[in-house]
């Protein structure tokens, strides 16, 4: 799907993100992939901080704000209330369609969404992931890279930042045996374009996990947000791929990775770490892409 | 189509509405006043790739043909699209 067949209308527009959110635009791409039909859920995070401040409502379709644990949960009643609300109208192109961020995803809503797939619900779930719970002020979330700075990781002399790695988060999704799953980042949007009307098109319980980098959280500046997430997938610390029908699959599969020094150097929240440091994200990358490309071909 | 400002834009406690609900797509206030710098088009340069406008955040560009409209009432002036633009294009000032 190129520029010119997306659908002309903005979907999510006048909202009141930071300049340069890479969550907002990842919402507004889905969006005009989906269409009008499309119901939005949206727990609490930025996109719903962002979007409805009563009487500025800024999605141009019907969303609503679920509790932080319950997006899939909401997903489903939503979509069943909607299968029976297009019978009767005559009408088939509707999608249930949830943006979660990376704390209502991996530590607050997983039940939720762990529940929705195991029923094999038709929604499609979009976890755009900045990383760390960035509308309440940069917390760590189970999506936190290994070595980045949060309010709760702090960086010292001793401890640099965030001690854990990053939860893998696709492949748990994955290993639901879920229809779909897609892991993006928006500096390749028509990438995450792609994945998402595929995954539109498929019937049952899709996953999408966006890379959506957020200015203010990740210090850096507010234009280089579409740089830096090209620079995550050239450089190796996140791979787009997609599971479908029991297989993964890589969608990109760079030759040669790009400095990941260059890419953690240049944010402020990776500031303070050492050359130890870095040679351990480097190695764990290498580890990871060696099972990647043995394992999933 | 796209979420546009109304005129009727204050509301007193009793027009709240009770169940939550209310139309979508209302706006009330621009988000102009939060930008420092403003992307300008050179239309000379420009090829019609529609980057700057797949890649904007906020949604403000269209394409009207070939040549990248902005809507200034909207642009927070975060400057992707000066960065993204294969021809330097558009510029920040």
Sequence with gaps: MNASALDKNEYFYGHKACAGCGGSLAVRAALKVLGERAVAVLPAGCMSAVGFNFPQLCFGN?????????????????????????????????????????GGTADIGIQALSGAIDRGDD????????????????????????????????????????????????????????????????????????????????????????????????????????????????CGLWYLAEYENGEYRLTRDPKEFTSAEAYLRRQGRFKHLTDEDIATIIDSRDRKWERIRKEWK | MKPYIREKSTFTFD???????????????????????????????????????????????????????????????????????PRHAIEMR
């Excluded at chain 1, 995954?199 to 234009?223: L, Q």
């Excluded at chain 2, 980057?51 to 992707?80: A, H, N, R, W």
Aim: net charge neutral; aromatic share 10%; proline share 5%.
């Design chain 1, 62 to 102: 019907n969303a609503i704000i679920s509790m932080f644990a319950g997006t899939a949960s909401m997903l489903t009643g939503v979509e069943a209330g909607l299968r029976r609300y297009a019978r009767r109208k005559g009408y088939k192109d509707f999608h249930a369609v949830g943006f979660a961020g990376d």
């Design chain 1, 123 to 234: 929604i499609l779930y979009i976890c755009y992931d900045n990383e760390a719970y960035m509308n309440t002020g940069i917390q760590k979330s189970g999506l936190t890279p290994y070595g980045a700075r949060t309010t709760t990781t702090p960086a010292g002399a001793n401890i640099h930042g965030n001690i854990r790695p990053k939860k893998n988060m696709f492949e748990i999704v994955a290993a639901h045996d879920i229809p779909y799953a897609a892991t993006a980042t928006v500096g390749y949007i028509n990438d995450f374009i792609n994945k998402v009307e595929k995954a539109s098109k498929i019937r049952g319980t899709k996953y999408i996990h966006v890379i959506a980098p957020c200015p203010t959280g990740w210090g850096i500046p507010v234009s280089d947000t579409v740089e830096v997430a090209r620079e995550i997938a050239d």
């Design chain 2, 15 to 85: 027009e709240i509405p009770e169940d939550t609900c209310f139309e979508a797509g209302y706006l009330v206030t621009v988000n102009a006043g939060w930008r420092s710098v403003t992307p300008y088009v050179d239309t000379e340069k420009c090829i019609g790739c529609s980057q700057c406008y797949l890649y904007c955040p906020d949604g403000v560009i269209s394409m009207e043909g070939k040549t990248p409209v902005l809507d200034y009432d909207f642009c927070k002036g975060c400057g992707i699209c000066s960065k993204i633009c």
